[in-house]
């Protein structure tokens, strides 16, 4: 989400030069860009009364034209006028065991009340339209799909930009690549079997935080020392370049509402191995091969296609530029204005 609100941001600002925007962020948070059409404010302490009661207020009194969350809520006061929300993924309404238990004023009210009182709804991928539909019975005329975008910084680099991060990283020459928090919904027991049971197999690197419910595996992981290499601190400005180290990316997630990762590899020209599940088929299309998160032979025929077979690798690399390019962040800003723009004229 963070990703997204800093992209569709700078986007959203380049699309309308001549907009006016009071972007408010909380205390302390770094500001996105400096740009004359852009104000900053910041969200009103203390948490609950100053996120529901103050800063609506405030938001009435300022009198936009509309209000636009990425992050997909609504305070729970009015603040009384149109307003759009972008729905990243409903997952912990699917499988709420993926997820800590301790959030029930998001979930139960917030979130709910959000979706039935905002006046269009952004949904970043056709399979969270759905979601949207089953779970919270969210119809089209209220949904807009509008999928997210891969950053410039995503792209295929020359050796001697890859070099250092190589380096400090201590990356081996071929590696299996994932990057995620490790969490059950990301679902890495799967990868780990079907690497384990792989005959000649590389590094397989973990790029990401330990998250929820992790102890079983981290043990696991530990156990096999050397052979799994983790690193639980990857700033994004490295990310492009351990994606064009990597000799493929494996994404085995249960469920993602847009699934970005496998898309900046693919912009990376890293050939990806990714889950069937929820919104991914939709966003890697044919450009990556696709394996059943319950499936560890499946998988590991997958990896084993990518790691050994060159010209599937090739054609892999060549489909997943070409796939990734079809998605930016301007075409996702244009039609968030278009959202934006639709609403804002319905105001009386």
């Given at each position: 989400?963070a ?12 699309a ?9 962020l909380p ?9 004359t ?20 207020a405030r ?5 936009p ?10 305070p ?6 149109p ?12 499988r ?5 238990p ?9 979130v709910?009340?959000?979706?039935e009182r905002?006046t269009?709804?952004?949904a ?20 807009h799909?509008?999928?997210e ?16 991060v190589?380096e ?21 027991p799967?990868?780990?079997?079907a ?7 590389p ?32 700033p994004p400005?490295?990310l492009?370049?351990?994606y064009n ?11 993602e ?26 966003v890697?299309?044919d450009?990556?091969?696709l394996?059943?998160p ?13 790691l050994?077979?060159?010209?599937v690798?090739s054609?892999?690399?060549?489909k ?8 930016t ?20």
């Amino acid at each position: 989400m963070a990703t997204y609100t800093r992209e569709i941001l700078r986007a959203m600002v380049a699309a309308r030069p001549l907009a006016r925007l009071t972007v408010y962020l909380p205390h302390s948070a770094e500001r996105p860009l400096a740009a004359t059409n852009v104000a900053y404010r910041e969200i009103p302490g203390p948490r609950l009364l100053g996120r529901h009661q103050r800063w609506p207020a405030r938001i009435r009194r300022q009198d936009p034209d509309a209000y636009f969350s990425p992050m997909g809520q609504l305070p729970l006061l009015d603040v009384r006028c149109p307003s759009v929300l972008t729905v990243h993924d409903l997952a912990i309404y699917r499988r709420p065991e993926w997820f800590p238990p301790g959030q029930p004023l998001s979930t139960r009210l917030v979130v709910p009340r959000s979706i039935e009182r905002a006046t269009a709804l952004i949904a970043v991928s056709r399979s969270t339209a759905r979601d949207l539909a089953q779970l919270f019975d969210a119809g089209p005329d209220r949904v807009h799909v509008v999928p997210e975008g891969v950053s410039d910084a995503f792209q295929p680099l020359p050796p001697d930009q890859l070099e250092e991060v190589k380096e400090r990283y201590a990356l081996p020459d071929r590696f299996i690549l994932f990057v995620g928090t490790i969490s059950p919904r990301k679902n890495l027991p799967t990868l780990v079997e079907a690497w384990r049971t792989m005959a000649d197999r590389p590094r397989l690197v973990l790029a990401g935080p330990w998250g929820w419910r992790h102890e079983q595996l981290q043990r696991e992981v530990e156990e096999l020392g050397e052979a799994i290499l983790h690193l639980p601190s990857v700033p994004p400005e490295d990310l492009p370049a351990l994606y064009n180290l990597a000799t493929c990316l494996a994404h085995p997630a249960f469920y993602e509402g847009f699934g970005l990762t496998p898309l900046e590899a693919m912009a990376c020209g890293t050939p990806v191995v990714s889950s069937d599940r929820s919104s991914l088929p939709e966003v890697v299309g044919d450009a990556a091969l696709l394996a059943s998160p319950d499936d560890v032979g499946a998988w590991r025929a997958a990896l084993e296609a990518v790691l050994y077979d060159p010209g599937v690798a090739s054609q892999l690399r060549r489909k997943g530029i070409l796939r990734a390019a079809e998605f930016t962040w301007s075409k996702a800003a244009e039609r968030t204005w278009r959202v934006l723009e639709g609403v804002a004229l319905q105001r009386p």
